[in-house]
């Protein structure tokens, strides 16, 4: 047979094979399995996303919006004035509060040592700071800088005029920084850089520059004794730094800022045991080796070199 000859078969030759009603029968049920489980799967993804749809819109709605912000920690800052740093407004949906952005637009404010964000449903954001502490009274570059720990600039105003001498020829500084601080202005240590000392100062909310860090750390290490009779502390030209005390009872002279724990200590041992109305300067610049220089017709015994 040629190819041709295949080419030409009748259709009606060719054998037809008809399907077992029972395959049949299975292959129709296995086919209306496979919708009717279609048809629940797509009807449990709709109901999902409507509940996810009704969810989303009930966080948004009157019912989970802001209605207050609470703050708590705050003593001398105004209140009104953290809620306005967070961006936090009453009818702002809850979900939308962004508490790590709220924490760090908080603590952008010079006086917040450190904030926490929660969000309280169904109404509520409570914010809770924890208040810088002002640690001296910087006078530099013709401003007056409250400054707290660390060296951050917390408030600042122009400087007054050159406190006058007392009777007993100590100065009254009475100066205080204006702003959030201001309250204890006069109650802090106070920092004479002279006009000499080149340095930039920054905004308030910054860190003093370099150049003054080392007076900061003077100031933070202090030990009661000192503190207790400290007039100013001064930082020179070159950065040499002395410390006048109270009531015209002389200077302490630091030096440089290397080894100023040692330093402080020995002014503390010495001061302890010196009559202080003798006192004129006490070197603690090389700490091992304390020199002591009195006023004219006192009496005053060489001091021995503190313990190491």
Do not use: Y
């Not at 004794?225 to 109270?246: H, N, P, T």
């Not at 800022?257 to 003798?278: Q, R, T, W």
């Amino acid at each position: 047979m040629t190819d041709t000859d295949t080419d030409t078969i009748p259709r009606s030759t060719v054998p037809v094979v008809e399907e077992d009603p029972r395959i049949a029968a299975r292959r129709l049920g296995v086919a209306g399995a496979v919708r009717r489980r279609r048809t629940i799967v797509l009807g449990v993804v709709a109901g999902l996303l409507g509940l996810v749809a009704l969810g989303v819109g009930l966080l948004r709605s009157p019912l989970f919006a802001v209605e207050r912000v609470v703050v708590t920690g705050a003593t001398t800052i105004d209140r009104s004035a953290v809620i306005a740093a967070s961006r936090i407004h009453r009818g702002d949906a809850l979900v939308d509060v962004d508490a790590a952005r709220t924490r760090t637009a908080v603590m952008a404010m010079p006086m917040v040592a450190s904030a926490r964000v929660e969000r309280s449903w169904p109404h509520e954001v409570r914010i809770s700071v924890t208040e810088e502490v002002p640690l001296a009274t910087f006078v530099v570059g013709g401003r007056q800088l409250t400054v707290g720990r660390g060296g951050r600039i917390l408030a600042a105003a122009s400087a007054p005029a050159a406190p006058a001498a007392t009777a007993s020829g100590a100065t009254a500084s009475g100066a205080t920084a204006s702003g959030a601080a201001s309250g204890a202005g006069a109650n802090l240590p106070r920092v004479v850089v002279a006009d000499g000392v080149s340095t930039r100062v920054p905004p308030v909310g910054k860190d003093l520059p370099d150049a003054l860090a080392a007076v900061v750390v003077v100031v933070e290490q202090l030990p009661p004794l000192l503190a207790g009779r400290l007039q100013e502390v001064d930082l020179a030209v070159g950065g040499s730094m002395s410390i006048e005390l109270r009531d015209g009872a002389g200077r302490v002279a630091l030096g440089s800022a290397e080894d100023v724990p040692s330093k402080l200590l020995a002014a503390e041992s010495i001061l302890a045991a010196v009559d202080l109305d003798c006192l004129d300067l006490l070197d603690v610049s090389e700490p091992s080796h304390p020199t002591v220089s009195r006023r004219g017709g006192c009496a005053l015994a060489p001091p021995t070199a503190p313990p190491r």
